[in-house]
């Protein structure tokens, strides 16, 4: 069964911290994996996408590693800031279908207090 | 910034009530979505657009209908909406992206801001 986890649930770091966020999948075939960071009653909004011959990208303070053999994918937010308070989603596509089907994490609640 | 919108942002309603969510879209993008969307919890498709006149079902049972007369708009309807209806919809689509800061070339989807939906 394609399936996306991510860990933790739920992080309060204090400001300038920096922090990890992880996601494993089991989704296959494997097209690509994105990062969405999605504000309290908005839309999520793409941070980073990685392709399967990519093993790193970054996004000013956001940078995205990707381990296609074991599955796992981590969002590193550095010197963090009040405005990073949101819920990071990760996001696969399969190659399956010419919709390239997305399947989505159930996100990481990121609180950063000052 | 996307160029997707939806309204209303915010809708109360009562039991058996006909309500209709707006989406539309300026980027010219073909691919249009909808998704539902619970407190904590993942993205669920509900519909899907490959274009004008094209509508699929997505993933999650939904008891809402879409249309898509026009490229840059993708309404949903509820025909009489129920409290298992309360939930946050929000609308998408996507389309080839030029590459730019951590981003790829590829299609992408942008997001709208979403509906949150209370039904009493």
Redesign the interface.
């Known amino acids: 069964k394609n399936q ?1 986890e991510q860990s933790p649930q739920s992080l309060i770091i204090l400001e300038g911290k920096n922090c990890t966020l992880q996601c494993n999948y089991t989704v296959s075939p494997f097209s ?1 994996l ?1 990062w ?1 960071k999605q504000d309290t ?11 399967f011959s ?1 093993n790193t ?4 303070r ?1 940078t995205a590693t990707l381990d296609a053999d074991t599955k796992q994918s981590s969002l590193h937010i550095t010197a963090s800031q009040l405005s990073d308070s949101a819920s990071y ?1 990760c996001v696969v596509s399969d190659r399956g279908s010419t ?2 089907r ?1 399947y ?4 990481t ?1 990121l609180t950063v207090w000052p | 910034e996307a160029d997707i919108y939806q309204t209303p942002r915010y809708l109360v309603i009562g039991t058996g009530k006909k309500i209709t969510l707006e989406c539309s879209q300026t980027m010219g993008h073909d691919k249009m979505y909808w998704y539902q969307q619970d407190p904590g919890m993942e993205l669920h498709l509900i519909h899907y657009s490959y274009g004008v006149n094209s509508t699929e079902k997505g993933d999650l049972s939904s008891e809402s209908t879409v249309s898509r007369i026009r490229t840059e708009h993708f309404p949903l309807t509820l025909e009489s909406a129920r409290p298992s209806h309360t939930s946050q919809y929000l609308c998408a689509s996507s389309g080839i992206v030029t590459r730019g800061p951590g981003l790829a070339g590829g299609e992408t989807q942008y997001f709208g801001p979403g509906t949150r939906l209370l039904v009493l």
Do not use: A, D, H, W
């Open positions: 996306v690509n994105r969405y009653g908005r839309g999520p909004v793409s941070l980073t996408i990685m392709t990519e990208k970054s996004n000013g956001y989603i919709l390239g997305l989505f994490g159930r996100g609640q």
